[in-house]
């Protein structure tokens, strides 16, 4: 069980580290975002095997029995998760308040001093950001 | 001892931060309850100050949970110190920023974000373990995401991407490192982990494997909140764009929670035994090339809040360089220089605050002859610049005589380095001052675009800021007494452990999980 979680995480951790190293902001916000659910799975390996060495399974705290799940590291993840939720919620809004106010999402674009003016379709009103229509925003 | 009453601090700016959201679009009672709420930790936070002036720990478990279980506040010469200096710096920003924020900031969502970062910032200062550090730096760092882009300018989003990624990143590392931990140790309580810790490498047991690089995972944790050096990058951007009483406060406050962090867990927890080996170089490496280049790259800006920003870098620096020593004189050094540059930093930064309402700009090139024009302005200006630099009578100069003095003996290039950087502070402070408030305006000067009146507020929190960092640097010895029984608790942590978790239930168990 540990091994599968520790694959897991490794995979989790390597497409996030990908997709951080983007230039889209959507694609980098991503990758926090999965960064975020690989340390929660790391968190969850620490509580051990649910798997007993003589077979059977831990029993969680609140059924009672002689061998229980470590519930700690679970609360920990509880905390973490409602954590990662409201950035999650926060980084996505900066998101959208970005591609309404500028029409881009790309960091080297965003980083330059001055607002590119000079090209044409930026120069009236923002362009459209692909798969982030600055309208339909809702759905 | 216990005092229940501790939660307050953390407690009162949740309660006001929720009635500001309920109070949005009016401006007048959400001042009010603003300083009333600062206001009355500071006094709060004052009084407990002097009641731990020997070496006292007040504790508190909430809902009477014995230590390892429930979650404990702290409140020691460390964390007193450092909230009583934060609430100052808070108190003084706040009260700034009536003046100096646009009204749109001000009626939008400052006054809960402000009083959200307080949250985090005391629960950072207050907390007894490794999990609620976490849960107060991310709480803070929420309050900081929504104050670096309020308002919102296509520069300031740019900006608030780069601090924002870095701190997530940093934060889940947090959260491995926390989880590793406990799945080591079995335990999230720092008293407790130090008990532990301490009896392995007493016992010759040694310490777990791996848990140097949980030691090293934490470092970069707390030295990419704080800025040192190779994670130093996000700070000079994000220091420049935000409203000044923002930035103010920022500069006061979130660095120096990274280096409390630092001060608070390494000589207690993570820098015991065979780590010491493998943090204390690190450290000092990181500590000398802060200093220096924080410096180097001060002296070459051109816009004052930038030159102010950088040398907050460089700032950083002594402390850890401080922190680098492991020793009570160091500790205590470090301690009473995180102290006077909280106030003095932040109150530069409300200066250079008013500047840019007089002048319209912060460019050195377009200011001049102010000190004419704001007397009162240049000579806050000139008494907080020579209290950074180290002048004699000044704060800065105690704090930097301790670092130096300690140093000598255990790093003593670091000492030389801390002296050099000391000169060119000095060097790009007198710039400022000469050509921003000496020399007479140049041909290029932009005029003044706010309206004349109406910085009162902004006198208020500079003059509040300024005579604090007076008596910090007048009054030296009886701070310096507090922090340096704070150096004593880090260096020998018995009185923390005792106080804070007395029963060691964790540590009889063996410290398995």
Redesign the interface.
């Known amino acids: 069980m540990t091994t599968v979680l520790a694959i897991c995480v490794t995979v989790m951790v390597t497409v996030s580290v990908y997709l951080?190293l983007s230039r889209e902001?959507k694609s980098?916000a991503m990758g926090?975002f999965l960064?975020?659910h690989?340390?929660?799975l790391?968190?969850l390996?620490?509580?051990?095997s649910p798997v007993l060495p003589w077979g059977g399974l831990r029993q969680p705290p609140i059924l009672g029995g002689e061998h229980l799940v470590?519930a700690?590291?679970q609360a920990?993840i509880l905390?973490?998760i409602v954590?990662n939720f409201?950035?999650m919620g926060?980084?996505l809004t900066?998101l959208i308040?970005?591609a309404r106010?500028?029409g881009t999402l790309n960091?080297d674009e965003?980083?330059?001093?001055e607002?590119p003016r000079s090209s044409p379709e930026l120069a009236s009103e923002p362009a459209p950001v692909a798969g982030l229509e600055t309208r339909s925003v809702a759905d | 001892m216990t005092n229940h009453l501790l939660g307050l601090l953390v407690v009162i700016p949740m309660a006001t931060s929720v009635v500001s959201v309920a109070l949005v679009g009016r401006r007048r009672p959400q001042r009010v309850l603003g300083v009333l709420s600062l206001g009355s930790m500071l006094l709060l936070s004052l009084r407990w100050l002097l009641e731990i002036r020997d070496g006292d720990v007040l504790v508190s478990q909430m809902g009477a949970w014995p230590a390892p279980f429930g979650i404990t506040l702290v409140f020691d010469s460390l964390s007193g110190l450092l909230i009583c200096a934060g609430l100052v710096v808070a108190l003084g920003c706040y009260v700034h920023g009536f003046s100096t924020l646009s009204p749109e900031t001000e009626r939008r969502y400052f006054h809960p974000l402000a009083q959200l970062l307080m949250v985090g910032v005391n629960q950072c200062f207050l907390t007894g373990d490794l999990f609620n550090l976490f849960v107060g730096f991310e709480i803070m760092l929420m309050a900081s995401y929504g104050l670096l882009s309020i308002g919102g300018s296509r520069r300031q989003m740019g900006q608030a991407y780069k601090y924002l990624v870095l701190n997530l990143v940093a934060s889940t590392v947090f959260v491995i490192s926390a989880g590793l931990v406990y799945g080591m140790l079995g335990t999230l309580n720092l008293a407790d982990l130090a008990r532990i810790v301490s009896g392995r490498v007493a016992s010759g047991e040694g310490l777990p494997t791996g848990f140097v690089a949980v030691s090293v995972l934490l470092l970069f944790v707390f030295g990419a909140k704080g800025a040192m050096f190779p994670l130093w990058f996000w700070l000079p951007d994000t220091y420049h764009t935000p409203p000044v009483a923002v930035a103010a406060l920022f500069s006061g406050l979130l660095t120096k929670v990274g280096v409390y962090a630092v001060a608070r867990t390494f000589p207690l927890v993570f820098a015991v035994g065979e780590a010491r080996d493998v943090v204390t170089p690190l450290l000092v490496v990181s500590a000398g090339v802060t200093m220096f280049l924080g410096v180097l790259g001060a002296v070459s800006q051109h816009s004052v809040r930038r030159i102010l920003a950088i040398h907050v870098i460089s700032q950083v620096g002594y402390m850890v360089f401080g922190l680098s020593m492991m020793t009570t004189a160091g500790l205590a050094g470090a301690l009473y220089y995180m102290v006077q540059h909280m106030v003095v930093k932040s109150s530069l930064f409300l200066c250079c605050g008013v500047m840019e309402r007089h002048t319209g700009s912060d460019d050195l090139d377009k200011v001049g002859g102010l000190l004419k024009r704001d007397t009162f302005l240049g000579v806050s200006f000139f008494v907080a610049a020579m209290s950074l630099v180290g002048l004699p009578p000044l704060s800065g100069f105690f704090g930097k005589l301790v670092l130096i003095r300690e140093g000598w003996g255990i790093h003593w290039w670091l000492s030389v380095i801390a002296l050099l950087t000391g000169a060119l502070t000095l060097l790009s402070m007198l710039k400022v001052w000469t050509t921003g408030f000496w020399l007479p305006p140049g041909s290029e000067t932009s005029t003044p675009t706010g309206e004349p009146g109406g910085l009162r507020g902004a006198y208020v929190g500079i003059g509040f800021l300024v005579i604090t960092a007076l008596f910090i640097g007048l009054a030296a010895e009886p701070i310096y007494d507090i922090a340096f029984h704070a150096g004593e608790q880090l260096t020998d942590p018995t009185v923390y452990i005792e106080a804070v978790d007395p029963h060691g239930l964790v540590a009889s168990l063996g410290g398995s999980g």
Do not use: C, R, Y
């Open positions: 951080m902001l980098i926090v960064l975020g690989g340390a929660n790391a968190i390996a620490m509580s051990g470590d700690l590291p920990l905390t973490a954590i409201a950035v926060f980084f900066l308040v970005t106010k500028t960091v965003l980083a330059g001093e607002p």
